[in-house]
């Protein structure tokens, strides 16, 4: 059992930066991996990107490649995700999710078997 639990969602303007956090409790394995994906209103949950718990590998979605750093802090049981030069469409209810995906599925949704309640993230023009 993971439990999950985001925060840090808030109101920012486009060009600035924001940082979510995750704050990661219970059983986790050198193979979990914790991703972050979004959902806008009205609109399907994209994935964003995804740190393995045991290794610093990540991986992102084009569309925030560049923009978007998954990082981890084990001691804290935190990972968190920095977003600069956000954008309008960036809009979205973050949720960091827990898994162990293999790697050819590390961005579908149904590799993760644990969420948090997500944090809401406005960029405004």
């Known amino acids: 059992q993971v439990q999950l639990v985001e925060s840090g969602g808030t109101l920012v303007q486009a060009g600035g930066s924001l940082r979510l956090s995750c704050a990661v409790s219970?059983?986790?394995?050198?193979?979990?991996?914790i991703a972050w994906f979004r959902q806008d209103s009205g609109k399907d949950r994209e994935y964003v990107g995804v740190i393995r718990w045991g290794s610093r590998y990540t991986y992102y979605a084009d569309s925030v490649k560049g923009r978007f750093t998954i990082s981890r802090d084990n001691a804290k049981n935190m990972v968190s995700l920095q977003m600069n030069s956000l954008k309008p469409e960036d809009t979205a209810v973050y949720y960091c999710a827990a898994g162990q995906p293999i790697l050819s599925a590390i961005s579908r949704q149904d590799m993760y078997r644990y969420w948090g309640h997500g944090t809401q993230v406005t960029v405004s023009p």
């Open positions: 219970g059983r986790t394995a050198s193979n979990t991996a």
